[in-house]
């Protein structure tokens, strides 16, 4: 299996995946590459499943959980007007949400933000300011 998402933990799990912001039981919550919506995340499982379903019970609850907690912390630190969160699995076939915080400013407000993906590479972030957004959610979690 050539699973970027599992390459991914693998290198978060030896320490070589920079953009970490939370490991959760079952998950881990990264800051996005590109920032066109400034606090975009994604949470990645662990483990490789194709579909939801394919989590086994209580595991599926917990990563509820995790995904709930990732919300909050997110919608605490950057105040948006709307979270949107995306689970598609068309690209990469390993369980993942997008957490996409959406302001009144943004273009195209109403719509979805892969109307706007075409802009994503132009926003790639710098290491220091990835740094910074990093820290800024690490404590976040930490200050329940």
Known sequence: MNCPLCERSK???????PFLI???KNSYLYLGEHQYYQGYCVLVTKD?????????SPKR????????????????????????????GNVVDHVHWHFFPRYESDPNFK????LQMQHFDSAKV????????????KNAFSSK
Request: proline residues 8%; glycine residues 2%.
């Open 48 to 56: 490789h499943y194709r579909e939801m379903t394919d989590v086994p």
């Open 22 to 24: 939370h490991e959760f």
């Open 61 to 88: 609850e917990e990563l509820f959980q995790e995904m709930m907690r990732a919300h909050e912390v997110i919608q605490k630190v950057f105040q948006p007007k709307k979270m949107n969160m995306c689970s598609l």
């Open 111 to 114: 719509n979805p933000p892969w």
């Open 126 to 137: 710098s290491p220091e300011k990835r740094d910074e957004l990093i820290e800024i959610l």
């Open 11 to 17: 290198n978060t799990a030896e320490g070589k995946y």
